[in-house]
């Protein structure tokens, strides 16, 4: 068995051929015109595809966003299929109608509709109103401020705070203060607020 085995190694041990610089093994590379005729033949094959329809391309800035999405993706296949090939071989409707698919304002770059500046403009002024409306609405029925956010309760509390000694070094008890203090609010219109108030 090893030696009727031998003679079928032997071919494919003698096509590797040992030189002090390189291994030359016995592949056949195929010259430079045999790759020139098969890149001819790819260009016959994809020439051999028909060009589109006149009418099928017709109109298609109109027809686009109205066509099923089937008949859109077969039009584009076919379009991308005839790009394969030479431009100079495609028809100018077919340009146009590869262009406009790939470039054209349609999905997300289609134009904004006239007049929708003034919509959304209109929309949000409607929306600030109806929140102005709602606030003088929640103002007019909500309770009074209480008694500790009016000016004459703040001034109170400065004259405590002095009476504590607090913060002596920086703050009202400290010597020479010109700030405000704990006074934040407008003076109040009426009577001062009474320790009694709740």
Known sequence: MMLRSLPRA?????SLRVHPYRIQTNTWHPPVATCLSEGRQEQRRHAGIHAISNPTLAGIEKRWEGMPPQEQA?????????MKVNWHEMT???KKAAYWIAFGPHGPRALPPPGE???IFWYTMLGVGVSGVLFLIIRAFARPPPKTMTAQYQAQTNEYLKA???EPIT?????GYKGKGMIQ???RKGPPPDDDED
Do not use: F
């Open 164 to 166: 504590q000694r607090t």
């Open 74 to 82: 077969d039009l584009w296949m076919a379009l991308r299929d005839r």
């Open 92 to 94: 100018l409707q077919e």
């Open 185 to 187: 609010s407008k003076p």
């Open 117 to 119: 500046g003034k919509t």
């Open 171 to 175: 703050g009202v008890s400290s010597e």
């Open 10 to 14: 032997a071919p494919s041990s003698a």
